[in-house]
DNA sequence: AAGTCCATCAACCGCCAATTG
DNA sequence: TCAATTGGCGGTTGATGGACT
């Protein structure tokens, strides 16, 4: 389904492109989010934070399905929403791999008819309560079942280092990608997982360490945290963390320019 | 074959809550 | 404490394609 685009003072709308999902989803797969206010300019996009954000969520992230809903997923869905309301982001996160747009379009369409006939139905009541239970022990062993594969969301935090324990001016901006909407993305990782497999690379790879591959294969991706590689070779840490931010700020603002809008 | 209707779903919009300075 | 900013949520829109006449 493709929708037409059009620009409104710069921005683009409408239906993305293959070249924007592709640098949308190599940025934040480099460097996570960080700040969707600011990412659409460091990806190369003409979107707003919003829509980079909505795209993100809705269709690029890992692990996110698409195509039919199950039965199981339909039965859950409707036990949820019977439970829940219109708590869309609170359904999603019990069904793993969905967006909570899919979810509310696929209640819009195809659910809340099938719903509103069977509720003249009185007698199926005892029956969905016993579905529900029945797919929400299955949904916990698919949860779990999950939690051994995610490949994808650990780089996430390739550009993520901390050279030091002093190192916090980086390791904060580093931090910004676990806040907010993370707690969707990685909403399927226990804590032992998340220790594991995450904050093993996340305190323990070096800063960027694929950043001379980034630079060499001409990929244009532009990062913060690039930045701060470039920089550093000019000035130490402690110069970078002694910085005020306009400072920094202008230092970032000239690395654009020259790197971006001068191409 | 052409026109119309309808279902689907990606994307947008506006509001609210949390965060920051 | 308060205003500005940012992120997230839920409702709605509109382009598209298939079914129907």
Known sequence: ??????????VKKGAWSEDEDTKLRAYIQRYGHWNWGLLPKFAGVSRSGKSCRLRWMNYLRPNIKHGNFTKEEDDLLIGLHKKLGNKWSTIAAKLPGRSDNEIKNRWNTHLKKRTQNEHTESSNEHIRTLEYDQATSKENHVNKTNLQHQPEVGTLFAGVS?????????????????????????????????????????????????????????????????F????????????????????????????????????
């Open 162 to 226: 901390t050279e030091s324990p002093s190192d916090s001016s980086l390791t904060e901006i580093s931090s910004c990608q676990l806040s907010g909407s993370d707690s969707a993305v990685f909403s399927d990782f226990t804590p032992q997982t998340f220790d594991e497999e995450l904050v093993g690379n996340f305190w323990s790879e070096p800063f960027l360490t694929d950043i001379d591959s980034i630079t060499s294969s001409g990929n244009n991706l532009l990062s913060p945290f690039n």
């Open 228 to 263: 701060v590689n470039e920089f550093s070779s000019q000035y130490s840490c402690q110069d970078l963390m002694m910085t005020d931010d306009q400072c920094l700020w202008s230092m970032m603002d000239s690395y654009i320019e020259n790197n971006i809008f001068l191409d």
């Open 1 to 10: 389904m493709v929708k037409s685009s059009c620009y409104d003072n710069g």
